[in-house]
Nanobody, 120 residues
Framework: QVQLVESGGGLVQAGASLRLSCTASSRTFSYHMAWFRQAPGKDREFLAAISWNGGTTLGADSVKGRFTISRDNAKNTAYLQMNSLKPEDTAVYYC??????????????WGQGTQVTVSS
């Protein structure tokens, strides 16, 4: 059973940066990892994904140039670096992983989410 735990969320002002972390409880070096977010009343939104070896990344146009995904397989951890945060980035952020690299929410395992709130 793979368990994913996100951390790094919080309350920040517009223009600030945050780095989210997602640590897997078991060895998932062969799993692709992704980040999504969901704001109140909205659908879950794809943000970024990274292949198991870090060689391929996918990103959403809505956050391109501001959000960057990376991973450290030695630590079983994926990261989402978020810069120039805006109030509309306020949401619960989720990490996910699975055996297929994709931009849809059809990943096998999900974390519990971490809240990011950006004040104006």
């Amino acid at each position: 059973q793979v368990q994913l735990v996100e951390s790094g969320g919080g309350l920040v002002q517009a223009g600030a940066s945050l780095r989210l972390s997602c640590t897997a409880s078991s060895r998932t070096f062969s799993y692709h990892m992704a980040w999504f977010r969901q704001a109140p009343g909205k659908d879950r939104e794809f943000l970024a994904a990274i292949s198991w070896n870090g060689g391929t990344t996918l990103g959403a146009d809505s956050v391109k140039g501001r959000f960057t995904i990376s991973r450290d397989n030695a630590k079983n951890t994926a990261y989402l670096q978020m810069n120039s945060l805006k109030p509309e980035d306020t949401a619960v952020y989720y990490c996910a992983n699975g055996t297929v690299l994709r931009t849809t929410a059809d990943y096998d395992y999900w974390g519990q989410g971490t809240q990011v709130t950006v004040s104006s």
